[in-house]
């Protein structure tokens, strides 16, 4: 399905999420993750989206992200309506148009810091030359051009979370989705981050919406949302 | 694919174990190739060597050289069947062979063969009596173009005047001379099997192309059930003991193949386990199951084709290590060849075991959103 706007190559809005609701079978009981839920993000906005453990923030970003599809409503990331896709669709909509960054950082410890990036390229279109120089630029952009070649078990945490940025930016998506990106680093490192994330977006007008238990991210952010028991409470 | 590559390139222990396994598997398959096909060589050599189509045997014979004989007015209605060119007599005796330097009791087992037909590598006119070609392998005996050997318990004398190769029959040597030779040496050696003039144990047929499918019918028929006619290819399988080693060893090959599938299938199953989180990552920025199982399928045809090699090179080392006339082991291109082939057909086909697993991982689980 397209859009007008996605036709015209152009939308106003990162992600709209109308009605959403995801209901989750475990045995014979329903468990509902998220009732009814409404969320509009802009182009260039960065959202904290806060609540506690079970509240359905994890379960929200997947389907914004397309890993999972709703149960009810509609989803519309960069002007395409993704709440019908098929599991092939969402893998080419992922690939193309959003970008994560994990909590665990997820990076593939057997690639060096660049091959991390251009595994984007790998599984992707395949665009050769122009991916080597988009990663060589992402890279030196995050300060880890005298990086690029080692591994990940020789970076340090903060490092990581770098190149795992630099790989949610590979393929300039409309929406980059971030999972708790500072549990695993100290405050100080975890406030660099979130700066370097904020700096980032912005510089690239790219929408962002970080999950996180930490107030301290939400300074950071243009709007923070919470949700709790399914449902937000802006 | 190229992250698979990588992956084998950057953590090569990770797979060292599997490719030791099947590369043990390998030699393995290949060995018991090798093993079967230089049985094979040595037991039907003779019969290959004929420059012919078709050999006949007497109707009551049951497909044996040693109990065949026809007789020459059988032989006249076998030329006489439209479609036959050219017919030669066939006659074989095994003997112990006593060959100067060897010891008065180290008998060489030996097949002293007469012939009309020469086969591949022998003159067409037989050589004269009591002279023969003396096949390869009795190289290794110390016969050389001179040597006299004495066959039988009448210690026959017969001089070799040349050797030809791969002519061996039921794993010995053989010697080839003319029909006149061999009715001597059996006559004073057999003298149970003696037999009179012109009769030959069995013929050797060469036939027009055209029709040529209905000929050994044709020549049944025209003998009134007197003779027994196979192909060249019928007549390998029906030798003693052909079959029986093509089975056996087949239905090892093809057990060495299942194990085969089972490792690649257990270690891959449990690479895909060990996997799950890195391929939920991979899912989640876009990696098709596709994409990631032809990894899979990659990487273990790369192990199985590193194992094949090595398997290769092993059977060439261990064929010409092997000192000839001990063990009949061949390392043919065509074997070794089809057994690489299987190996890694059985790998790909071990890694199949998997695809259901690398199906499964949910991309959620990579940021927590599976139930």
Redesign the interface.
């Known amino acids: 399905m397209t859009t007008l706007a996605e036709s015209a190559g152009t939308f106003d809005h990162a992600l709209e999420m109308r009605g959403i609701t995801k209901v ?1 079978r ?1 045995a014979d009981d329903e ?1 509902v993750a998220l009732d009814h839920v409404d969320l509009i993000v802009a182009s260039d906005e960065i959202v904290a989206l806060v609540g506690p453990s079970g509240s359905g923030k ?2 929200l ?2 389907i914004a ?1 397309g ?2 599809s709703p149960t009810d409503g509609s989803v519309v990331v960069a002007g395409r309506e993704i709440s019908g896709y098929s599991g ?1 669709q969402l ?2 909509f ?3 148009s959003v ?2 960054v ?2 665990t950082v ?1 990076l ?1 410890p ?2 060096t810091a660049r ?1 991390n990036l251009l ?2 390229d ?3 279109r395949r665009l050769g030359r122009v991916a080597r120089d988009r990663a060589d630029q992402l890279l030196a952009e995050l300060g880890l051009t005298d990086r690029a070649a080692n591994l990940p078990a020789q970076l340090s945490g903060g490092q990581k979370q770098r190149v795992a940025i630099g ?1 949610a930016l590979m ?1 300039d998506p409309s929406l980059v ?1 971030f ?1 708790e990106p500072t549990s695993a680093l100290d405050s100080s490192l975890g406030d660099q981050v979130v700066r370097l994330i904020r700096e980032e977006m912005k510089a690239r007008g790219t929408a962002a919406i970080i999950v996180t238990h930490d107030d301290r991210i939400t300074h950071y952010a243009d709007r923070t949302v919470h949700i709790e028991d399914g449902r937000i409470a802006e | 694919m190229r992250l698979a590559l990588r992956e084998m390139h950057r953590r090569p222990g990770r797979f060292a174990i599997a490719t030791v396994i099947l590369t043990l598997i390998a030699i393995l398959l290949m060995f018991l190739g090798g093993l079967l096909d230089g049985l094979v060589a040595s037991s039907t050599g003779a019969f290959r060597a004929q420059r012919a189509d078709l050999v006949v045997y007497s109707g009551n014979s049951r497909n044996s050289l040693e109990r065949s004989r026809i007789e020459p007015d059988v032989r006249h209605q076998v030329e006489s069947v439209p479609g036959v060119t050219r017919v030669g007599g066939l006659g074989s005796v095994q003997l112990g062979g006593r060959i100067p330097g060897r010891g008065a009791r180290d008998l060489v087992p030996t097949v002293l063969f007469g012939y009309e037909l020469a086969p591949r590598g022998l003159p067409s006119t037989p050589p004269g009596a009591g002279t023969v070609y003396a096949d390869d392998s009795l190289r290794a005996k110390n016969v050389v173009v001179g040597t006299t050997i004495h066959l039988g318990p009448a210690r026959s004398a017969v001089t070799i005047v040349g050797f030809v190769s791969d002519t061996r029959y039921s794993g010995q040597g053989t010697l080839w001379g003319s029909l006149e030779t061999w009715r001597q040496v059996l006559d004073a050696n057999r003298p149970d099997a003696r037999v009179g003039p012109g009769v030959v144990q069995a013929l050797v047929v060469q036939g027009v192309s055209l029709g040529r499918a209905g000929l050994p019918e044709q020549i049944d028929r025209a003998t009134d059930g007197a003779t027994t006619t196979l192909t060249i290819t019928e007549a390998i399988n029906a030798l003693p003991g052909v079959s029986q080693q093509r089975t056996v060893f087949n239905q090892i090959i093809g057990v060495t193949v299942v194990i085969a599938i089972v490792v690649v299938a257990l270690f891959f199953a449990l690479l895909t386990v060990e996997r799950t989180a890195l391929y939920g990552v991979l899912k989640a920025i876009g990696a098709s199951s596709r994409t990631l199982f032809v990894g899979v399928v990659l990487q273990a045809v790369v192990v199985a084709l590193i194992a094949s090699l090595i398997g290769v090179v092993a059977s060439l080392v261990l064929d010409a290590l092997i000192p000839a006339g001990t063990i009949p082991f061949v390392a043919t291109p065509a074997r070794l060849l089809s057994s690489a082939v299987v190996l890694v057909v059985a790998a790909v086909v071990g890694c199949t075991f998997s695809l259901r697993r690398v199906l499964r991982v949910d991309p959620a689980a990579a940021i927590g959103g599976a139930p």
Do not use: K, P
Request: hydrophobic letters at 40%.
């Open positions: 989750y475990v468990v994890t379960t970003c997947s992200g890993l999972l092939h893998t080419d992922r690939r193309e970008g994560f994990f909590q997820n593939i057997f690639l091959e595994v984007v790998e599984i992707g790989r393929n989705l999972d």
